[in-house]
Nanobody, 116 residues
Framework: QVQLVESGGGLVQAGGSLRLSCAAS????????MGWYSQAPGKQRELVAV???????NYADSVKGRFTISRDNAKNTVYLQMNALKPEDTGIYYC??????????WGQGTQVTVSS
């Protein structure tokens, strides 16, 4: 069983920064990608950023140039540095881990609130 523990959410003013962390623990899993998704009130969960085992990254257009995803493979941890935050970035941010054999795991979510 894989567990994902997220941290780093909170309340920040527009233009501010936050850093999210997600640590994966467990046995018997081989990580393919780790990433972050966000879900705003009344909306579907959407991809924010994802990073592969080789370091390749993909971002939602809305966050390019403002957010940076990174990964510490030794610690099975993924980070999301969020700069120049906007009110529309508000939502619950979920950590995602895609493993071999099509297995997928989610964190419990961390709230990010950006005030105008």
């Amino acid at each position: 069983q894989v567990q994902l523990v997220e941290s780093g959410g909170g309340l920040v003013q527009a233009g501010g920064s936050l850093r999210l962390s997600c640590a994966a623990s467990g046995r018997g899993f081989s990580i393919r990608t780790m990433g972050w998704y966000s879900q705003a009130p009344g909306k579907q969960r959407e991809l924010v950023a994802v990073i592969g085992s080789g370091g390749n990254t993909n971002y939602a257009d809305s966050v390019k140039g403002r957010f940076t995803i990174s990964r510490d493979n030794a610690k099975n941890t993924v980070y999301l540095q969020m700069n120049a935050l906007k009110p529309e970035d508000t939502g619950i941010y979920y950590c995602n881990l895609a493993a071999a054999w099509g297995r997928e795991y989610w964190g419990q979510g961390t709230q990010v609130t950006v005030s105008s």
